[in-house]
């Protein structure tokens, strides 16, 4: 295994360097010598393959120097849940390998960039006070491109990083530091402490290397990470078989791959829809079960609305934050990063639909069937909480606000939008793209802020996340909040929408973002740098 180089910085302040990067160093070095994705170049795992068809098909003559691989069915398997690996003694230490990998989904066979070989990557389940130490190793080819003059181009798709989406931890050195970046044909030491009072529950990590962060989580990597103990007093959910569903929109090429940026960009790419990289998968209860689903959205582009068929769906937490009382709801709007955890209680012996429906965001969301619960056997006796305990954070006082602030998402688009090229579309964070040597807001170690998110574009919500600290809504478009919600993203609608939050910013100095979480808007520079400081 090579070592890895000398630490790259994409941002002066993760080092305090003031020339010219290492990585600009190495763009520059690598040139017209960059070696082209080709059979054996990203490492000996990959040294026998040929390029997968839109259908599946290969040529399997004995000639053909293929080795045929087993095919998966294309739908209505039972639910299959990732590998799960544990913290034991307060550390979870581990590898993650990112290269290509083949897939069979839904029909057809891709070839796409994961981790460990799978999609989704393993579960990491860990408990508040851990340590999370990973091996990344970044077993992709060499890029095929330099770095361009416009970050806010999609770039260099083989250079990764890793993110703990939602952690409440360090974003400088080697902890959740989305700074990084980690070149392929080398392994990066990451190590994340998470606080002794971290909050419980549903969280994940994926790529949020600037330029290459949208075709990675596309192609499936993208993980579940679980923090242990939330509602273990509660019997009710303590006594609920506990199930892991992460969504994603299923996009590829003629080739069964995902190269270009123009694969990902028209409003309509997505192919399908799956749950742990299935296509419709089965899950079974009994009647009058409750199970506990951990839902993720892990989606690179769209919201999706969620609805199983005559069930009420009762949401126990946000974002990985617990509720303080059950919300009974008939659907679950869940935008790209967000997650929410439910409780299902199954009804009489049948099959149901978990679809999802349509839903406007400015264009239309993706739709249909996620999985069938297939209902049948011995009923179970089992009940649904009458309450839960207090949430873990304290609601935000009036008399704690420190400052306030406001922060306006836009975009550009050309006049026949839909036929338009990405390249005709600009998306902004107060009238700018993103650029990591620019500092967009400081904030002082311990303030509590007020901030005003406010959408002008015409066409398309936005998904606002930030790093490192969770914020509670108290307002959406002027209506305030009976009980406001923590979260760490929220949808923020088109033409004037407005959301109004509140943060403390504490424990963590250190640079981080925040940006809209459709990795589309993300990529092509809405995106914004903030900064903690120690007065």
Known sequence: MQQAPQEIAVHPAATGTKSLSRRQLIDRCIGVGALLLAPGSAGAGHAMHGAPGAS?????????????????????????????????????????????????????????????????????????????RIRLINDLPPNRDRLPADISQPHQFNNTNFHFHGAHASPSGIADNVMRSMAPGHSYDIEIKLPEDHTRGTYWYHPHHHGSADIQMSSGMVGAIVVEGDFADVPEIAAARERLLILTQVVFDASGMVEAFETLFPETATRFLAVNGQRRPTIAMRPGEVQRWRILNAAYQDDLLLDLEKHDLQVIAYDGIQLGAVQARKRVLIAPGQRADLLVRAGAAGTYALNAMPYDQGHPSPVGALARVVVSGTPMAMALPSALPPPPLETIRDSEITNRRTVTFS???????????????????????????????????GAVE?????NTHEHDDHVFHIHTNPFQVVRVNGETLAVPEWRDSVIVDRKGGEVVFRSRFLDFTGVFMLHCHMMNHEEMGMMQTVEVYQP
């Not at 990405?422 to 700018?432: L, N, P, S």
């Not at 007020?450 to 406010?454: C, G, K, L, R, Y």
């Open 56 to 132: 599946g098909h290969m040529d399997m003559s004995p000639t053909s120097g293929v080795v045929p691989d087993a095919v998966v069915p294309a739908t209505d398997q039972a639910l299959v849940e990732p590998e799960t690996r544990r913290s034991a003694d307060g550390m979870l230490s581990t590898t993650l390998r990112v290269g290509y990998a083949y897939r069979w989904i839904g029909g057809v066979r891709l070839y796409v960039r994961c981790y460990e070989g799978a999609s989704p990557g393993p579960t990491l389940r860990v408990k508040p006070g851990d340590t999370l």
């Open 450 to 454: 007020e901030w005003t998110i406010v």
């Open 411 to 445: 975009a550009t688009a050309p006049e026949a939008d839909a036929a338009g090229h990405w390249q005709e579309f600009g998306f902004f964070i107060d009238g700018k793209t993103f650029d990591p040597n620019r500092v967009d807001h400081r904030i002082k170690l």
